[in-house]
């Protein structure tokens, strides 16, 4: 039932106790009406005054419940006229200041309908009862507007001004990376493997950088054919170095992921350049951000341009089945010829794209989702003189909730020709000879691999994670030529990488973490010992 049938139920049925009150005692009056002329005259008029006084209490029940009835219309047309200039703001189809002028004019309005010019409520001692709940009522409709006003405000902070008129949200963080390294290593800021120690080398290396910070743009916007557009961007920093003094500590920008999308109740359409989607996870560390971490120790990963459709089918309250599949573009791992115009290269040589797929299911335990996918790609690469290899990978990945606290997650993998996914240390084939000879024979590059992580979060601000993961090429293929080639950009000597870290992230609020962590890496090679090497990072980092 509303609340206007409410009040005219509460009027009518007050009106109908006092009538039926009134009548009962006019009847009483009519039975014993001899009784009443026994009465003496001072009686009769106490009788008269008694029944004046009842129906001027009539009068004033009914104009209360009129009052308040008037109090509750004016009370419910502010909250409608508040809620729909924050619809306005939300939508960006006026100007803030414009609709904030305009409720508090009608908020004004209402108030001094409800309880015109009266003085607060400590210096009028002799208010009714009835003019104290105008006021309370006053008040709390004053609460609720400033509310409201706090919510447009929050909303307006959030909203980034762009050139239409959709919604635009910048986030990133600001990461701070103090490391030190003991042995060599490709890179000393987020190093993924270890090398022997030159002559003359010092053994180690102490630095800093910021060039792990990141910038994110989304753009939400219209509903086309029923589906939801987003536009989302990410840039970092780590994009190389330019040719200038202390070059290293002013990184350039570089393209993380650019994707739009178009997302239905059950499907969504993505394209753009996104994380390759058949291998969806990565291990949790603030100390590799530029690349997800163990990447060439058993994490394949990549950001590619891409076209996917996913589909969502729900299997009861706590299941769900997500289907996705999609073409890629066919990288396979090479360095750039040149700085400006961009050359083909053998995935791109094969006129066709790279293709995947892959099947997740999730179910909810205990609030935490435990989720199974199964992927699969393929990549074809034409090497010339009719010298193809069938890239192919197969591959699972996995999220374990243990309890309440802790979790484990992974991911393994079994492919060839990989080297585009950063797998079998960047190397997708090897060759007998120069790869551009006729007579050169070309041989893909298997490889197995895959990593695990076992996470603890004690506290929502704490969190603890272990992880381990290892890349293994085939001894069989490093070994098949006596002297192998490499297209460009890798090493033919390396044989097996592994990858350890543990790493401790706190967050004391949610726009703030601290974090340490501690990385070993062992490579393996082929024409010496094993390589080893520790990294140790300390990081700082504001998110916004």
Known sequence: MSDKHWFEWFRWGVLTCVLLWTTSGIAQQSVNRSEQNSLSPQSADLVDESIRQLREQVRELRAAVDGMRSDWQQSRAETSELRRALDEVRSGAAPRDAVLRNAVASSATTLSNVLPNNPPQDQQPGLQPEDRKSGERAATLEEEYQLLSGKVDDQYQTKVESASKYRLRVSGIVLMNLFSNQGVVDNIDFPMYAYARPAGDSGGSFGATLRQSELGFEAFGPTVAGAKTRADLQLDLAGGFPSVPNGVDSGLMRLRTATMRMDWTDTSVVVGQDAIFFSPTSPTSFASLAIPALSGAGNLWAWVPQIRVEHRVGLGEQSSLLLQGGILDPLTGEAPYSGYSRLAGPGEESRQPAYAARIAWTHGVDGQPLRLGVGGYYNRQDYGYGQNVDAWAAMTDIELPLGSQFSL????????GLGGLYGAFGQSA????????????????NSVGGWAQLKYRPKNKWEFNAAFGLDN???SDLEYFSYPYIYSGANASLARNQGSFVNMIYRPRSDLLFSAEYR?????????P??????????MGVLF
């Open 409 to 416: 997650s992974g991911k393994l993998y079994r492919g060839k």
């Open 430 to 445: 090897l060759f007998s000879g120069p790869a551009n000879s006729p007579g050169t024979e070309v041989r893909g590059l």
């Open 473 to 475: 090429p085939y001894a």
């Open 520 to 528: 070993h890496l062992t490579t393996d090679s082929l024409t010496g």
């Open 530 to 539: 094993a390589n080893s090497a520790g990294h140790l990072n300390l990081m």
